[in-house]
């Protein structure tokens, strides 16, 4: 019984560890100032139109300094899917492909925008074995007569189909102005199913078109999975300590106000655990020259009681 009891635990550990965090949630790690490490938000592509090939060169996002935590968020914007015809596809980033051999099909000169959804065109998604309670994400949005919308769907593979076990959407057309967090709740849509894929997508508008000069701004997008949502945390009150110097380029200090043992631990903004100790009890010193610049979140268990602090690493 207890070698069964092992086995099931070690089954059971291995799952949670498959279930990974979002790739760079916090939009700090950019390739170039059009894409986003581990985002999707281009394609290139050729289709036809009255015998001419036409080059498509999608690309919808932009690096932005205008940023909820960080240095960085993500900024989408509507692109002409052929300038000549003025057919203009949604900004739209995800963590999917887009099905290029579909989109080549499409005819320019007969299309028919409002009876098609881009998100027809997505595909896949990052592996992911469980069903997150919601998805969490801070927008600002500039409307243009649109329509956001905000979509996490968990998916399986059966023979050459794709299933989709749970879906959450949110869509909002009023204009958003201060950095606020938006919640997206997963409805499961097959009892019992184990997903294998798990796709989020952002797009200016719901649809298939867009005005060019609507603007979404994404920062800080997480997965929370046990209704804890505390993959980012905010600065509450809890034990007293003493936290300094912050910002810091080389080590932070803790300095607890009493001698009782606390446990402290460091995440990154997509949720990462960077550092760990417990069983403290007197002045701590963390290295954080080694960590890539940017907003870490410090959480502190003292007892029955917690606090968490934002640390800057610069």
């Known amino acids: 019984m207890k070698k069964i009891f092992t086995t099931l635990f070690a089954v059971f550990f291995v799952f949670a560890l ?103 065109y997505l595909v896949g998604g990052i592996p992911f074995n469980q069903i997150p309670q919601k998805v969490t994400a801070y927008i600002k949005y500039v409307p243009d007569a649109d329509t956001l919308r905000f979509i996490a769907v968990c998916t399986r593979r059966n023979g050459n189909e794709s299933q989709v076990v749970a879906k959450g959407e949110y869509t909002t057309s009023q204009a958003v102005s201060e950095w606020t967090k938006v919640e997206l709740p997963m409805e499961i849509q097959i009892a019992g199913v184990v997903p294998d894929t798990l796709n989020i997508i952002f797009l200016t508008n719901n649809g298939m078109s867009s005005s060019l000069t609507t603007e979404l701004y994404l920062d800080d997008a997480q997965i929370v999975m046990n209704g804890d949502d505390d993959r980012i945390f905010d600065v509450t009150s809890g034990p007293i300590f003493n936290i300094f110097p912050n910002p810091s ?61 934002k640390v800057i690493v610069k």
């Open 18 to 120: 498959n279930a990974q965090t979002l790739p760079n949630g916090g939009f700090e790690q950019w390739t170039d100032s059009h894409h986003a490490t581990g985002w999707n938000s281009s394609f290139s592509q050729t289709i036809s139109y009255m015998g001419y090939d036409i080059p498509i060169n999608y690309v919808a996002a932009l690096q932005s300094g205008d940023a909820h935590t960080g240095s960085y968020s993500m900024k989408l914007q509507a692109q002409n899917l052929v300038s000549i015809l003025s057919v203009p596809l949604p900004g739209v980033a995800h963590l999917g492909q887009f099905n290029t051999a579909s989109m080549a099909n499409l005819d320019p000169a007969n299309l028919d925008i409002s009876n098609l959804d881009i998100t027809d």
């Open 249 to 309: 380029s080389d080590y932070i200090l803790l300095q607890p106000a009493c001698t009782l043992p606390y446990q402290a631990q460091l995440f990154d903004t997509n949720g990462q655990l960077v550092w760990s100790e417990n069983n403290l009890q007197n002045d701590v010193r963390i290295s954080v020259s080694s960590y890539a610049k940017g907003v870490y979140f410090l959480k502190i268990k003292q007892g029955e009681q917690t606090r968490s602090e």
